[in-house]
Each structure stands twice: as C-alpha cells, then as structure tokens.
C-alpha cells in the first residue's frame, strides 16, 4: 500500500505538469467523504502559496493529509498530527515536500549571514533551520537549493525516529519520504526514499 500510495502521488504530479487534471470537487465528491476521511498521503509541505499539494499532486478532496509551516519545520503540534493520521487515520505515507526558492531558507540565510536576530516567534523557525541553511551553504553554487535539500533530509530523519511513526515504519504500516518541488517545471522528484 505504501508503494501504491507514493506511485498515485506521482502519478498525479504527472497530470498536473501534463495540465491533464482531474480533480474532483464536486457535490458528489462532498457528499461521499462528509461522513468520514480516508485519505492515502499525508504531506508535510511549506507555507508558501506557491506549493498547494492538493494541486500539484492532482488529489482532490478527502485524498490527502495536509501540513503546512514554513520550511517544513517541526514542532509538538505538527507531529502531533502526523501521528494522529498514522494511528487513526491509518495514512500509509508521509512525504516531506521542500521545494525550489524556498523563503524560509532564503530569510534565514540573511539573518545568519547578517548575525541578526529574528523577531518574536520567527527566531523559532531559524533555529530549526541554520542546520540545512549551514549545509547549503558549503555548496557555492546553489547554497538556497542544497538547504532545502538538506531541511527535507533533516526532517524525514526526525519523523523516522518518532516512536509512533518508527513503529509504522518497522511493521511496514508507513513510508516517510522526502521530496522536491520545482517551481519553473511543476515536477516533484524525489529526494529521499
């Protein structure tokens, strides 16, 4: 199931590069999951308006379980929930989803770079991601893009070290994957498997 799941995530990616959609979002669809969810794919994605993985995955409604913060950073309430779709909801995969051009790491680039302090809350998300920004950094030629490399490594290895979750993985319930999105081209490759 964990396989069929990430072949049908990118089978849909395939569809929306290809601008051969097919969506359903319509009083049917609605109808048919207003009693319950059994969604096949969590994502745990950016905030950023330019990555909505009910599209670029061509899913519609009920089929996945979605994430977001900035820069795919962890904390108790995001694993919080991905644990529930694992126990619950019985969600056989988990994909981390970074993508090209990633603000997050750009602004924390600067704010590392500038040996400034980020304001408030904020200074939350660059703590969580000088580590990949640092290994980003030891590339010349794309340091952006190697950290968001780097952050989707990080977190996939975090989250396969849950208890809950490394349990699934064990029993073979659950597959964490790491993936890249492309902004210019629309396609989703695979970072970590």
Avoid: W
Avoid at 85 to 112: D, Q, Y
């Amino acid at each position: 199931m964990t396989n069929q799941s990430l072949q049908r995530l990118l089978e849909g990616n395939r569809r929306f590069v290809e601008n051969k959609s097919q969506l359903d979002g319509s009083e049917k669809r609605r109808r048919e999951i207003a009693t319950g969810q059994h969604p096949f794919a969590t994502i745990l994605g950016c905030v950023d308006s330019r990555v909505p993985p009910e599209l670029i995955f061509d899913q519609g409604l009920g089929e996945l379980f979605v994430i977001r913060t900035a820069g795919e950073v962890l904390d108790q309430a995001v694993l919080g929930s991905i644990e529930f779709g694992v126990e619950e909801l019985k969600i056989p995969l988990l994909m981390v989803l970074g993508h090209k051009n990633c603000g997050a790491i750009k602004a924390t680039r600067e704010i590392l770079h500038s040996h400034a302090k980020a304001e408030a809350d904020i200074d939350y998300l660059v703590q969580e991601l000088t580590l990949a920004v640092e290994i980003g950094d030891e590339e010349q030629e794309n340091p952006v893009d190697r950290a968001v490399r780097a952050q989707v490594c990080h977190v996939v290895e975090r989250l396969r070290q849950a208890p809950i979750l490394k349990t699934a993985v064990e029993h073979g319930e659950l597959k964490i994957v790491g993936a890249y999105y492309d902004l210019d081209s629309g396609l989703v490759e695979m970072v970590i498997e």
